[in-house]
């Protein structure tokens, strides 16, 4: 049977595997106590009845959680990720016949001023308050953190239930980290003939010799794969990143001349080594590179540039790979054979170029340039008139559009779909406010408030938010709406960062560029794809060129 074609908004359309979120609805509101609320004593209650029920043989979990709640867990229960949401599947997991959930034990966390249990909103609005406590978390196999939030049951007396549970792994036990009470003592005390130094020690695991051989070879020496060995190299995993690459930092420092991050600072510290107190809040390219430099020396990474996979296959009995890799060594190819356990690919979500190669006349253009913007390194700095077509609408398109503009050429943007447009400072004060801020608390407390919440929820969260960005952008979006510019709010109006999450783009955090296009400084061409080159001009599909 014939079905007929659905039109979907272009700011619903995903990456292949993503799907859309149903937005999660918030409990209903119960009516205020004239006393005041005691969120320890609550939150302690609430603590002492779930690890009762973890032991008990019949299983009361309408007593801790609403109907329509959620658990978000990763790899207490069991090793994997899950979002379990509603009673019945909660209930389910927390089932003593349940064997595969691991947790033990759960304990209030009171230490610090942020952990410490609070009365909290629990939608953006704060309609509806709650309890929020983090959480210390017990497993038969490690320890990690958590956090809940609880509210009261207007179906149930205002008995206090969980909306949502958190809870993380964050420790193997037996395999903690070597930090703080755990570093190393640097030295052997003591008479120990022939004992190699520091400095020796540290050039033979460099070179993976002798018993230095990976445990996991990393693919990639981007933020990722630097993150995943410093957290390695803190559990004692042997692990050797491999990158292509000639220096540490060439992924950002051979970007385009004019990149800055559009995330702030304290959105993006890296574990064990913050940014010092000086660091501006957004990060130009090349400072960046610098600092992935310096961190992977500090922390004493095992790092192969100018290196190439060239060969790998997998053994299922042994449960290792056999890789062969080729490095390149002051212009000498040297080839090595390593036997891992695991390979991590950390090349990035959307660091390859791809660069349409169906569009007629490819070959028959003769302007400068005609690149990928992870290609372009920066406009001449003499225009003459010279135009530009900038083909594509979001953070990157704009940096290089503006770019081109500031050295004098004719910059025409081509839009072929809607973009959602947010202004940098208006991102700040809302979406990070407290969170992510000068003001806000450690990334560590930071990170367990934002992953705390369940996808539906912060969906829902996140559509509310974007109102209220949108109301302090409101003259901007109108200007860029009155010069043609295609706006839209995100997947069911859900915001940038479930964009981010959707598709992987399709936004634009402004820095500047979006006064450009709303003055006419920048032309806009939105809604249509190219039909081909000319030697000397873009054609597009509406007939103009």
């Known amino acids: 049977m014939a079905t007929a074609a659905v039109d979907i908004p272009s700011s619903d359309h995903g990456i292949p595997g993503s799907h859309m979120l149903v937005h999660a609805k918030f409990p209903e509101k119960f009516p205020k106590s004239p006393e005041p609320l005691d969120p320890q004593h609550i939150a302690a209650a609430w603590v002492k009845a779930f690890n009762e029920l973890l032991g008990a043989q019949e299983n009361e979990t309408g007593k801790l959680f609403l109907e329509d709640s959620f658990w978000r867990d990763l790899l207490c229960s069991t090793w994997d990720f899950h979002t379990f949401h509603g009673l019945p599947k909660i209930s389910s997991a927390l089932k003593p016949e349940a064997k595969q ?38 497993t038969d196999i490690g320890r990690g953190r958590g956090l809940v939030k609880l509210v009261q049951d207007a179906k149930d007396e205002g008995i206090w239930k969980a909306f949502t549970l958190f809870t993380t792994l964050e420790e193997l036990k037996g395999f903690e980290e070597s930090t703080f009470a755990r570093r190393p003592t640097g030295v052997e005390h003591g008479s120990h003939p022939g004992r190699l130094n520091w400095q020796q020690r540290r050039d033979a695991e460099a070179n993976c010799e002798g018993e230095f051989e990976p445990t996991v070879v990393i693919i990639g020496a981007g933020q990722g794969g630097l993150t995943v060995a410093a957290r390695l190299k803190q559990l004692g995993v042997r692990a050797l990143i491999i990158d292509r690459n000639d220096r540490v930092g060439d992924n950002w420092r051979n970007r385009y001349h004019q990149l800055v991050l559009h995330d702030s600072v304290w959105y993006d510290h890296m574990p064990y080594l913050n940014f010092p107190p000086n660091w501006p809040v957004f990060t130009p390219k090349d400072k960046l590179a610098e600092w992935f430099e310096t961190y992977a020396k500090v922390l004493e990474l095992n790092i192969w540039m100018k290196t190439n996979l060239t060969a790998s296959k997998w053994d299922d009995t042994k449960h ?21 356990h695991h390979i991590i690919q950390a090349t990035g979500h959307s660091g390859e170029p791809y660069f349409p190669p169906n569009i007629r006349g490819l070959c028959d253009f003769k302007g400068d340039r005609l690149c990928h913007s992870s290609q372009f390194t920066g406009p001449e700095s003499d225009a003459k008139g010279k135009k530009a077509v900038i083909v594509g609408s979001c953070n990157s398109a704009h940096d290089i559009a503006q770019d081109y503009h500031e050295h004098g ?50 969906a829902r969260l996140k559509a509310s938010s974007t109102l209220a960005i949108n109301a302090l952008d409101a003259p901007l979006l ?35 560029c979006s006064s450009l296009i709303a003055s006419g400084r920048i032309k806009i061409k939105s809604g249509v794809e190219i039909s081909h080159l000319n030697a000397h001009s873009v054609a597009f599909t509406d007939g103009s060129e």
Request: hydrophobic letters at 35%; proline letters at 5%.
């Open 101 to 138: 959930c691991r947790l033990k034990k759960l304990t209030l966390d009171s230490s610090s001023d942020v952990r410490k249990p609070s009365v909290a909103a629990i939608d953006f609005e704060g309609s509806v308050q709650g309890v929020r406590a983090f959480l210390m978390v017990e």
């Open 320 to 340: 290792q790979w056999t890789i062969t890799v080729e490095r390149n060594i002051n212009n000498h190819k040297e080839t090595r054979t390593f036997h891992p």
């Open 409 to 458: 050429y004719d910059v025409t943007m081509v839009q072929r779909s809607s973009t959602l447009v947010v202004s940098c400072d208006s991102l700040i004060d809302v979406d990070m406010k407290g969170v992510y801020a000068e003001d806000g608390p450690p990334t560590e407390e930071a990170d367990i408030l934002s992953h705390s919440t369940p996808h539906p929820v912060l």
């Open 478 to 512: 109108r200007s860029l709406q009155a010069s043609g510019f295609a706006l839209d709010n995100g997947p069911a109006s859900a915001g940038i960062y479930l964009k981010y999450l959707h598709r992987g783009g399709g936004y634009y955090i402004d820095v500047g």
